[in-house]
């Protein structure tokens, strides 16, 4: 909401899971976690078949700006090793066949989960959106459009809505590179306002990955890349999830 200066700092700490409140991770087995490669993660977060609805598709609220750099982006999937992620409505469905380590799994008989940044399911209204990732050089491109539903200032973004959308791709990023599953912290420097309906592009890179935790950054900037809306870093967790039982 404020042009400049303004900084969120979310410290959940290890102890934190974003998934049901404040749990204590389990211990990690040095032996078995951090074992998967990036093309078996990728492969199975980007399924070739599915019914599965992508959200991550053009549909006629996305602006010229968006389009034309999606299209660009998917002719780069051709020839320079970047891969379009699937968008679907849980993150449930993309980790299909695995579960969270004992501990983590939360019971429920509750059947329509949606990832936050899916919750509005009107196109064009709330978080329109698509992330290409890079696995050789651990990094991706999210191309944001925020809907009126996600209004701050009147006619602008709210300010925790480019945070969220920065946090979901990081977590896709640090998942996807890494094995990382849960934010230890978010540190934001919100620069300028983005109006509804504009494109903002977030660039996220993977500084390192040391002691079992992944340091990430992102920059939002318009296409042009002569406005920043905000800078950002994040640290997160890594944790192998579990191959589920056969029934």
């Given amino acids: 909401m404020i042009r400049r200066g303004f900084q969120v700092a979310v410290r959940l700490g290890q102890h ?12 990690l087995n040095p032996t078995s976690a951090f074992g998967s490669s990036t093309d078996s993660l990728v492969s199975r977060f980007c399924p ?5 609805k992508d959200y991550a598709l053009p549909n006629a609220s996305w602006c010229p700006d968006m ?33 969270l380590p004992s501990g983590l799994a939360v019971a429920s008989d509750k059947s329509d989960w949606r990832i936050f940044t899916r919750c509005i399911p009107v196109e064009g209204q709330g978080y329109e959106y698509v992330i290409f990732f890079h696995p050789s050089e651990k990094k991706s491109i999210c ?13 602008f973004a709210h300010g925790g809505s480019l ?28 620069k300028n306002l983005i109006p509804v309906g504009s494109l903002a592009v977030l660039n996220v890179h993977v500084e390192k990955i040391e002691d079992q935790k992944l340091y990430m950054s992102c920059i939002a900037q318009s296409r042009d890349q002569q406005t920043v809306y905000a800078k950002c870093s994040g640290i997160f967790l890594q944790l192998q999830l579990e191959e589920e039982s056969p029934q």
């Fill in 67 to 99: 389009l034309n750099l999606y299209q660009e982006f998917l002719e780069k999937t051709k020839t320079d090793g970047w891969i379009k992620l699937p968008s679907f409505k849980s993150n449930r469905d993309h980790i299909q066949g695995l579960k």
């Fill in 163 to 190: 945070a969220a959308m920065m946090d979901e791709t990081f977590s896709k990023t640090a998942y996807l590179a890494g094995e990382g599953l849960f934010t230890v912290s978010l540190n934001i420097r919100f």
């Fill in 16 to 27: 934190r899971a974003l998934f049901g409140g404040p749990q204590v991770l389990p211990r």
């Fill in 143 to 155: 191309l944001f459009q925020p809907g009126p539903y996600l209004e701050g200032a009147p006619g």
């Fill in 48 to 52: 070739e078949k599915t019914d599965l």
